[in-house]
């Protein structure tokens, strides 16, 4: 299979809003590759934005010089994908002038959409539609099997890629082998927003459980007797890296066991660490707790989908609960209250802010586990930061945004030099006819050509954004970036000089926000 039937697929996807389109042209896709287990695994997964190598060392900076597209495609998927595999593979003295020629090399040999599909692939953007819901859909249309059955699958197995692989290679029945097996990771059940704590009772029926919602990183406990498997929520193997949750898991009474945790860095007075400080120890180099240096994390546990041979996905929280608070101990618990009442609700809600904690969790008490899903089960509470930034560059979108200018880098103002700090970019919560209105409006600011990939714009326009939080980052001048920044609406009602400084955010920064 050539590249370049992966690059227009992914193009089409893009370019479509509707469901069942994206869903039949992925399909297609799919049959084209057939019953090759290794070929379907790797279209699956550069079509849900993944690489099959996760990481290559290859970031955006490595992006913004490309060579003239090719005239005729040439590039196999295959080909690439073991492309990939040396870039990542390649490291010692002149690794990073080995990793350039190669990336400059497969570049070179892409047409004009096929650069695009990689860039976007390598970048991390490749935001198509094409997650597990569409992608689970595809595969079953594809292989002739209910998309529920594809869908269970991919939960179990963990690995959406591996199911497709084996569903068009075997049928229905080669996916009876993805059931719940300690030592492999599930598909962490994930949580929709609520906008209170009295929307979340209202959505819940009128009773909820409600967690602490730690600013740590999440993984996945797997314990078969005294062998014991950490995987972080993309299903990473970061066992070795985490000895302190390791020994955590071997000192419960249980002999097999499949929990979800949060593992995080507190300070001496147990208030956390900012969320980086929890990161370096999930780093290449940050999994050596022995180091006096490192910062060692603790472990609080907050659901089991199994133990001691008995699987408790489909049980309802509650019991989940039960059988969790029988086998851990309270200090290594996730604080809770189960109650109908809003007023005390919002106390633990406001307790556990005080605390330094990131918001709730509102868990119905009679929920399964739904493993791989954004359920409605779960509902996240948590309050919202915003920052009136500038607008400093601009993206030219692909798929649906082809034509369009979309991803923004954000500025703040820095009051030292009269300039601007970049905190990151997003392309987040715009909507259609807001990516009409950039796209006239940063033509009209621009600074220079407007014929490249980014266009440099006079630092005029402000954005409200919303984020998460500040987390520490060397890719930007300022040391810093925003998580999960969104944007909220543009401000035409101020001026450039009047947007929020770095010191504000350097503030929420130090302040762990």
């Known amino acids: 299979m050539l590249l370049v039937d992966v690059a227009r697929a992914s193009a089409e996807v893009g370019a479509s809003s509707a469901r069942l389109a994206k869903t039949a042209r992925i399909a297609e896709l799919l049959r084209v590759a057939g019953a090759d287990a290794g070929l379907v695994a790797v279209v699956v997964s550069w ?25 005729e495609p ?3 998927v295959r080909g690439v994908d073991a492309a990939f595999s040396e870039i990542g593979s390649t490291s010692g003295k002149g690794s990073q002038a080995r990793r350039t020629e190669l990336l400059a090399g497969l570049f070179a040999a892409a047409t004009e959409i096929e650069q695009t599909f990689l860039r976007r692939l390598l970048a991390g953007e490749l935001r198509q539609g094409a997650l597990i819901g569409v992608m689970a ?27 497709a692989a084996a569903a068009m290679a075997g049928g229905a029945s080669a996916l009876e082998a ?25 959505r819940l029926g009128g009773s909820a459980v409600f967690e602490a919602k730690l600013d740590g990183a999440r993984v996945q406990v797997h314990r078969a007797g005294d062998a014991v498997a950490i995987f972080t929520r993309s299903l990473d193997d970061v066992t070795e890296r985490l000895p302190e949750v390791v020994d955590a898991a071997l000192a419960l009474p249980v002999t097999d066991l ?5 593992a995080i860095a507190l300070r001496p007075d147990g208030r956390p660490h900012r969320f980086q400080v929890t990161a370096s120890r999930f ?66 809600l406001d307790a556990t802010l005080t605390a330094g904690h990131e918001g709730v969790m509102a868990k119905s008490p009679t929920a399964p586990y739904e ?56 392309f ?86």
């Open 283 to 348: 780093g290449r180099r940050g999994g050596n707790a022995t180091d006096p240096e490192a910062q060692r994390l603790s472990v609080f546990f907050f659901d089991v989908l199994h133990a001691d041979g008995v699987d408790l996905l489909d049980r309802p929280n509650d019991e989940r609960l039960a059988t969790l608070d029988a086998i851990v101990p309270d200090h290594q618990r996730v604080d809770r209250l189960l109650t109908s009442d809003p007023i005390a609700a919002q106390s633990f």
């Open 74 to 76: 040439t590039l196999t």
């Open 47 to 71: 079509l849900s934005g993944e690489l099959t190598q996760r990481q290559i060392g290859v970031g955006w900076a490595s992006l913004r010089s490309l060579p003239e597209p090719a005239a």
């Open 371 to 426: 493993a791989g899903r954004r359920g409605a089960g779960w509902l996240k509470v948590k309050p919202v930061h915003t920052l009136d930034l500038v607008v400093l560059a601009v993206e030219w979108g692909s798929g649906r945004r082809t034509g369009k200018l979309s991803n923004i880098h954000l500025g703040a103002r820095d009051p030292a030099t009269g300039g601007f700090v970049m905190l990151g970019k997003t």
């Open 428 to 513: 987040k919560g715009m909507t259609d006819a807001m990516l009409a209105w950039q796209t006239e409006r940063f033509l009209d600011l621009a600074a220079g050509p407007t014929d490249g990939y980014v266009v440099q714009v006079r630092p005029e326009q402000v954005v409200e954004i919303a984020f998460d939080g500040v987390q520490t980052s060397s890719r930007y001048p300022g040391g810093m970036a925003l998580r999960f920044a969104r944007v909220l609406r543009y401000r035409d009602d101020k001026a450039a000089a009047e947007a929020d400084s770095v010191n504000t955010v350097r503030e929420l920064h130090e302040r762990g926000n």
């Open 178 to 202: 993805f059931t719940l097996q300690v030592g492999r990771p599930v598909g962490p059940m994930l949580a929709q927003t609520a906008s209170g704590v009295a929307d979340a009772l209202d």
């Open 137 to 163: 859909d595809a595969v079953g249309r594809a292989a002739d099997i209910p998309a529920a059955v594809v869908r269970r699958a991919a939960m179990l197995g963990g690995e959406l890629p591996a199911v």
């Open 258 to 262: 499949i929990a979800d945790a949060e």
